[in-house]
């Protein structure tokens, strides 16, 4: 065996020894909890910073696996999101967005959503934030205070007006 032989031999060893590494260490985060791939794959290359092309290869694994699968996840993330601190479609798409799950999925996750049922959490987030006020709030503050609550949680201006006409 020549040099230059021995010196490929040596060299494809070692990027199968990272490429084991940086599977185990991939194994060890999607067992933990969900991830989408885009959120896998950044976390990934904060650590392993020159191995893009080992990353690519393993989030491709895991998605053919069923290991990542972004439409699971943010099915998963918008029913967990509405039962523990609702937000509207426009925070969640954001939020959604954020962690890099592509246009089309979150389009097709929010479409599940009704207007019916966003107004609903919009109302009842409403009807809770109502009781916090002092009692010498003017209805004209009160109006002031729950609609820019509301814009903050992500509901739509006609969402907002329609619940701030049901509860003021």
């Known amino acids: 065996m020549n ?6 031999l040596i060299l494809s060893a070692k990027t199968m020894e990272d490429q084991a590494k940086i599977r185990e260490y991939a194994l ?9 791939c885009a959120e896998l794959s950044k976390k990934l290359l904060q650590r392993f910073p020159k191995e893009q092309k080992i990353v690519s290869e393993i989030i491709a694994d895991f998605s053919a696996a069923n290991l990542l699968n972004d439409k699971t996840y943010a099915e998963t993330y918008v029913r967990f999101r509405q039962g523990s601190a609702p ?5 969640l798409r954001m939020e959604l967005k954020k962690k890099g799950i592509p246009d089309d999925l979150i389009a097709s996750v929010l479409s599940d959503i009704s207007d019916e049922a966003e107004e609903a959490k919009a109302e009842n ?11 010498d709030f003017s209805s004209e503050q009160k109006k002031e205070k729950l609609f820019r609550f509301l814009v903050g949680r992500g509901f739509s201006q006609s969402i907002i007006f329609s619940v701030l006409g049901k509860i003021l």
């Not at 040099?3 to 490929?8: R, V």
């Not at 937000?87 to 925070?91: C, E, I, Q, S, V």
């Not at 987030?125 to 009692?135: D, G, I, P, Q, S």
């Open 125 to 135: 987030l409403a009807r809770k934030k109502l009781l916090t006020f002092r009692n």
């Open 87 to 91: 937000r509207g479609k426009f925070a």
């Open 28 to 36: 060890k985060l999607v067992t933990g909890r969900m991830y989408p």
């Open 3 to 8: 040099g230059l032989a021995f010196l490929d």
